[in-house]
């Protein structure tokens, strides 16, 4: 067998090796790789920055075209920004988060607001303030506005219940009738014989 041979056979193993080796890494190795190695490089920016004294978030920016920014800025508007009910304490941060973005800053009524208070506008321990704010017409019709709105929007969720005048009368209000459609959904059928003797009378 040549040199020659002995080379070619030689790679062809490495290679087979290789491809073994491939093969048996899982299915998303290369994006893990990938992964594993922009997060290396991110940490040696981030060190560089700090050794030269830069804010990192202003250097990355520096990297990123126009046309990315503005593909990225359209990909996040795509998403979809309710995610649906998931829990009471989400949907109160929700509610929270969509009423602080409709805040707009009023710096007239702010520099007024800092010149009525004096040094009070800026509160310490030792300071009372309490019952001195006076709302402004403007923050009133803001608030009650916002609360029609939510009173609104609560109204097309929540339909009334039409109501059969044919159906027996077994409830005192309306919570009781809920309460008692509840109880005959899950106990309905268990009861039904023992309902049905006490309206015959026949009930022992």
């Known amino acids: 067998m040549t040199f020659g041979q002995n080379e070619a056979r030689k790679l062809n193993h ?19 790789k990938a992964r594993l190695e922009w997060e290396v490089a991110v940490d040696e920016k981030k060190k560089d920055c700090a050794a030269n004294g830069e804010n990192y978030d202003r250097v990355k920016l520096l990297d990123i ?8 800025e359209r990909k996040k508007k795509k998403k979809n920004p309710d995610p649906g009910f998931s829990g009471y304490a989400e949907a109160q941060l929700r509610q929270y988060q969509r009423l602080t973005k409709q805040i ?27 019952g001195s704010h006076v709302p402004t017409k403007e923050g009133i019709d803001r608030m009650v506005e916002d609360v029609e709105k939510q009173i609104e929007k609560r109204a097309k969720y929540s339909r009334r219940r039409a ?21 005959e959904r899950f ?7 023992i309902k049905q003797n006490l309206e015959r009378g026949t009930a022992v």
Not at 171 to 182: D, M
Not at 187 to 193: I, L, M, Q, S
């Open 14 to 32: 490495q290679e087979v090796a290789e491809e073994d080796k491939r093969l048996k890494l899982p299915a998303n190795w290369e994006a893990k």
């Open 65 to 72: 075209s126009a046309d990315d920014a503005a593909r990225w």
């Open 104 to 130: 707009k800053p009023d710096m007239d009524g702010y520099e007024k607001q800092r010149e009525l208070c004096g040094e009070d506008f800026h509160p310490t321990s030792n300071t009372l303030i309490h």
């Open 163 to 183: 109501y059969n005048d044919d159906s027996d009368i077994d409830y005192i209000n309306e919570r009781n009738a809920k309460f008692n459609k509840k109880a």
């Open 187 to 193: 106990y309905g059928k268990y009861t039904a014989e």
